[in-house]
């Protein structure tokens, strides 16, 4: 929790929702992702489900909603969490867990794991009556459903559409607010780790009746000499109860502010419930372009007048610039050839699952940048939209993907949201309605299902082609035969010759390419560490590549737009070649942390200009003295020498497209591999043998960050020698913390056998209170007498208790009694909740007195039982004003009156390096201030980091 950023979320809110002293804004947009309550449910048992499906009417009349889906549920005792926020990341891997889970304990074997809810507060005051109110997700994995003030609003099946939700009508204006999500990760879409939760940002959004719909603003460009047009789409929505008539205007923003274009439409109008298009047309004279190197924006801010008074504003990013797809030549972009440098990425990052803070999002495609990539594959799935904002700053292109092909309802409304969200996006070039569809992908079926889904994106899109994603391309009928552009998934799977002979017309693109196994620092298979050695081959079978021959294969075709690699970072999941003990893949030019592997330095050979050589492997042998050891060098320079301990090993001219190898006989000392071009040493690397690990080293990426911001930085955690020197076989395991403003948010080391916590939390476990039963007594002292008679008939004897409902109200006191659940586990940490007592009342566990404290703004009580042991709780309070039934009467069948919270304590923040490497990733939190990073080891020298938060 970020106590600051809290309060300022609250400010932010209030202020969106309006005050007595000012005029509400048009339009105010609120992010929403602080201050959420959390706590699993079930996915079998309603029970423990928090009873929720059990109540009357519950699915069958309006307001109904029970258990966490009820507006007066008791969620005090509930995990405090923000968003994004991915519950699986927490969880401990597990033998029974599956591929597509990552191997965590989350899907069908594990229930318990598998429900999450999610509960939060709004205060909406009176004034806002007439406003109308939207939640927005970005994104919810999966099988959501919300709730509002107990009212049924929305289920969302897919975990990666964003969706929206008018709330307008079912707030109480003034009063309490309560929204719940219950989100079910059971079943899985992808055969990948997808995490679970609400990973996404929420946004609140208000604005007036009459308003620029949700995504209903596109601006696009088109580019003749020295001046640009832009055409502007725009769809007016109409809630309100009558028709209205309005006027808008459009103003143009270059990237450094000044307005360049202006257009005032004339009086329009909107029926009441409807809504209305609306196009216009700016031109802009010496359009600065988007480009790879020159990533800038303009910003077309819409008013929406109604008798002269804005009504609403709307502010659209976008870029000028053009794209073109051509048959024989590849991509063009600005009119000058781009050959596509692209990678296929899920969203997984180690330490973090898919819940990435916005800062990730950036620094993992900078990352992707310093190889020399230049386009994403959003593979299987819409990217989230802050990794296209952030593709949109850094220059990178992107391939936007549908999750599955068809026309139903359901998979239309998702395709066409996913474009309507997106196509403002200069970084967006082509769109690709699916992927491998293998049962329709040579049938005619395949063939009309490509063609409608590429129809719908140009009726929403006509500025960018679409793509699909072919296994397999068949000649006659399929979904190659029916694309726009045709995306081969792995050359060895087609011939790629002889379909650009077949389709001379169609643009072609390499959209997964590679598909090799390698684990990073590894030289030697060793398949019981689930370890293959980094040495580019093709390692997939006869349907796969090496990185080198694919990326030979693509350079030599002129025809070809590119080729995405799969894949950039490696992923928990799809864990070939081996099962458990394996957890995540091993496809990736980087490993899950986002260290470069040896075939990502082959890539940046291939992919950039900057003089460079890389040499592998290691040179840490013992025992292995005068065996041959296989060296390589990837280079983009003429020529390489190659130097062990100084001698000579001589000097090697580089092929186009190709590495440079040598076999060494292994000495300990030094190797080095010299680069030279045009004669002169351009660029060098060297790897020496080091000593035993004697210290920790911290590198983070960044010192600075602002405070209460979604920025991160990457600390680099290493073991040096005395000379100070990385040793790259170290894996110790080092233990951190830190101090001041700053939080550990995860921590990985591309391990792909590795079942170390990436991210330690506390997991928490709730149960109510059961069988319920009430006894009334005449003064109370009888309480005392029954107290000291726990052990007797007295105490548990059926017939004087009677449930609370059929209790007479002439007794003066009373007695409520409640079995607890026994403890499941030893080392647990239990308390219960007690809520909505009358003051003065008496609490008993077994007949002991309890003495609460006060906790999360209830009465609390630390519960010290044996593990398997039940435990009997009783509270003696005077009857209260129209009897006990009153007293029980929605509560939730005694759950609001005592809720029992079972914590697993947290893994502690510790990490074994592997093969020398670790990574740790912090957040700021919301005051300014230093901060201090702590490492330690045994018999390691600790290391200690200073960042500063502004």
Request: proline letters at 6%.
């Amino acid at each position: 929790m970020k106590p600051l950023r809290f309060l300022a979320g609250l400010l932010a809110l209030a202020l969106t929702l309006g005050s007595a002293t000012g005029a509400t804004p048009p339009r105010e947009r609120t992010r929403i992702d602080d201050g959420w309550r959390f706590a699993l449910g079930h996915a079998t048992d309603p029970a423990k489900d928090f009873d929720h499906g059990l109540r009357p009417f519950f699915f069958g009349k309006a307001g109904y909603g029970d258990g966490p889906a009820a507006a007066d549920f008791e969620d005090r005792p509930w995990r405090r969490v923000d968003l994004p926020h991915d519950w699986a990341v927490e969880l401990p891997f597990s033998e029974r867990g599956s591929s597509q889970h990552g191997m965590k304990a989350v899907g069908r074997g594990f229930p318990e794991n598998s429900v999450g809810w999610y509960r939060r507060e709004l205060a909406v005051p009176a004034s806002a009556r007439g406003r109308r109110f939207v939640l927005e997700f970005d994104g919810v994995f999966r099988d959501s459903v919300v709730w509002v003030n107990g009212h049924y609003l929305h289920h969302e099946a897919s975990g990666y559409s964003s969706f929206q939700v008018d709330i307008t009508d079912y707030l109480n204006f003034g009063g309490r607010n309560v929204v719940a999500v219950r989100v079910d990760a059971t079943t899985q879409e992808g055969w990948w780790y997808e995490g679970a939760g609400i990973y996404r940002h929420v946004w609140l959004t208000q604005t007036g009746p009459l308003h620029v719909a949700p995504w209903g603003s596109f601006a696009s460009a088109s580019v003749d000499g020295d001046r640009a047009d832009v055409a502007v789409g725009t769809t007016v929505r109409n809630d309100g109860k009558e028709a209205e008539s309005f006027t808008m205007e459009h103003e143009l923003r270059d990237p450094a502010g000044r307005v360049v274009a202006r257009a005032k439409l004339p009086v329009r109008q909107v029926q009441a419930d409807a809504s209305v298009d609306i196009a216009a047309r700016l031109r802009v004279d010496a359009p600065k372009l988007w480009s790879l190197e020159t990533p800038q924006r303009y910003t077309l801010t819409t008013y929406v007048r109604r008798a002269g008074q804005v009504v609403d504003r709307v502010d659209t990013p976008f870029g000028i610039r053009t794209i073109r797809f051509d048959a024989d030549r590849g991509f063009f972009l600005n009119g000058r050839h781009v050959k596509l440098h692209g990678v296929n990425n899920h969203q997984d990052h180690a330490g973090l699952g898919v819940a990435l803070p916005d800062g990730m999002h950036e620094a993992r495609l900078k990352m992707l940048k310093a190889m020399g990539v230049n386009a994403i594959r959003s593979a299987h799935h819409p990217a989230t939209p802050e990794l296209l904002d952030a593709c949109d700053r850094l220059g990178i292109l992107v391939i936007d993907e549908h999750r599955m092909m068809g026309t139903a309802p359901q998979i239309r409304d998702e395709l066409e949201r996913m474009v309507r969200r997106d196509r403002n996006h200069p970084s967006v070039i082509l769109w690709s309605v699916g992927n491998e569809e293998w049962a329709i992908e040579n049938s005619e079926i395949g063939t009309r299902l490509a063609r409608e889904m590429q129809a719908i994106v140009h009726r929403l899109d006509p500025t960018r082609p679409a793509t699909l994603a072919v296994s397999s391309s068949g000649y006659a009928e399929g979904t190659s035969v029916g694309s726009e552009v045709i995306g081969f998934n792995y050359r060895a799977q087609h011939d790629i010759d002889a379909m650009h002979r077949r389709f001379p017309g169609r643009p072609l693109v390499v959209t997964e390419e590679g598909a090799t196994h390698a684990t990073r620092g590894i030289y030697l298979d060793d398949p019981a560490q689930v370890h293959v050695a980094a040495y580019d081959r093709r390692t997939g079978g006869d349907s796969t590549s090496s990185i080198e021959d694919a990326w030979r294969f693509n350079a030599e075709r002129s025809y070809l737009a590119g080729m995405f690699v799969w894949t950039g970072f490696d992923y928990r999941g799809e864990t070939t070649p081996f099962g458990w003990p394996a957890i995540s893949s091993q496809f990736g030019m980087l490993d899950t942390t986002g260290a470069m592997k040896d075939s990502g330095y082959y890539l940046k050979a291939a992919w950039t200009a900057e003089p460079m050589v890389h040499l592998l492997p290691h040179w840490n042998w013992p025992g292995r003295e005068g065996q041959a050891i296989e060296v390589r060098v990837y280079a983009n320079t003429d020529e390489v020498e190659l130097r062990l301990s100084g001698r000579s090993l001589g000097r090697k001219a580089r092929k186009p497209y190709g590495h440079l190898q040598w076999s060494v006989p292994y000495e300990a000392g030094s190797l080095a591999a010299l680069g030279y071009s045009g004669g002169q040493l351009v660029a060098q690397e060297t790897v020496a043998t080091t000593g035993d690990g004697q210290a920790v080293r911290l590198t983070a990426d960044r010192m600075r960050l602002r405070a209460g911001s979604d920025e991160v930085t990457l600390v680099t955690v290493n073991i040096v020698d005395r000379e100070g020197r990385a040793v790259p076989t170290a894996g110790q395991r080092v233990s951190f913390e830190t101090s001041g403003p700053l939080r550990l948010i995860g921590m990985g080391n591309g391990d792909p056998g590795s079942h170390e916590a990436d991210k330690p939390a506390e997991l928490h476990r709730y149960a109510a209170a059961t069988h319920w039963r009430h006894r009334g007594i005449a003064h109370a002292e009888d309480a005392a007498a029954l107290m000291g008679d726990a052990a007797g008939a007295g105490w548990r004897d059926p017939f004087a208790w009677v449930p609370p409902d059929q209790q007479p109200a002439d007794r003066a006191w009373n007695l409520v009694q409640a079995d607890l659940p026994p403890a499941a586990e030893t080392g647990a940490r239990r308390v219960l909740f007690l809520g909505d007592v009358a003051p003065g009342t008496r609490f008993f566990l077994d007949g002991r007195a309890l003495t609460p404290r006060r906790e999360a703004g209830m009465l609390a009580v630390d519960i010290d039982s044996a593990a398997g042991a039940p435990a009997t709780l009783t509270a003696v309070f005077p009857t209260p004003a129209g009897g006990t039934r009153a007293l029980f009467d929605g509560a939730q069948g005694g759950r609001r009156w005592a809720t029992l919270r079972t914590t697993t304590p947290a893994a502690p923040w510790q990490r074994s390096l592997f093969s020398g490497h670790a990574q740790l990733i912090l957040q700021p939190g919301s005051e300014a201030g230093r901060a201090t990073l702590r490492a330690s080891g045994p018999g390691l020298e600790a290391a200690s980091l200073a960042i500063e938060v502004f």
